[in-house]
């Protein structure tokens, strides 16, 4: 379907963009960033590291979900998106946004034991919210790749 196969292109490039931003955030712009605000408030300097350790590790779990995303398209385009090998794709995209998940929380009960501003604390929830959405989902999308890639291996069978 030439449909297909343009909206597989158009989201490969836009996916190569969105990781080669990644590299840059991941390489240069928050560990410069966080130095920054570390000369700017030294009282909160001790979080320099921290904080540039949990973004980068944030940054790298979007790389993880770009890559197998990636990979299904390469699946989608060959026609072997429902075989028993997009599973371990989609459960890397799972993982990953459940390691974020994970560190998200933790990031969250942290600031809202300490914070004396209820905005960062509301707008990480608002986050963590959105995160959990997401990981849910495709939850739920891989059961739904795992009943449609049986039906397809009995139909296979039957033929």
């Given amino acids: ?7 597989v292109a158009a989201l490969r490039f836009f996916l190569v963009v969105l ?12 560990p410069g ?25 944030w940054v790298l779990c979007v790389q993880v979900v770009v890559v197998c995303t ?7 385009l060959a026609d072997e998106i429902f075989t028993d090998g997009a599973l371990r794709w989609v459960d890397g995209i799972v993982w990953a946004v459940g390691a974020a ?35 849910l989902l495709m939850v739920v999308m891989r059961a739904l790749l795992r009943r449609a890639t049986t039906l397809r291996t009995d139909l296979e069978g039957v033929i």
């Fill in 101 to 135: 998940w994970v560190v998200l929380v933790a990031v969250l009960l942290f600031v809202g034991f300490n914070a004396t501003d209820p905005g960062l604390p509301l707008l990480l929830f608002l986050l963590t919210v959105g995160v959990t959405v997401l990981g």
């Fill in 33 to 57: 960033q966080f130095r920054h605000l570390a000369e700017q408030d030294p009282e909160m300097a001790y979080l320099r590291w921290p904080a540039t350790a949990v973004t980068v590790f």
């Fill in 1 to 7: 379907m030439v449909t297909e196969s343009r909206a």
């Fill in 70 to 76: 990636w990979k299904l398209l390469t699946l989608v």
């Fill in 19 to 30: 990781f080669a931003v990644l590299v840059l955030f991941q390489v240069m712009s928050l």
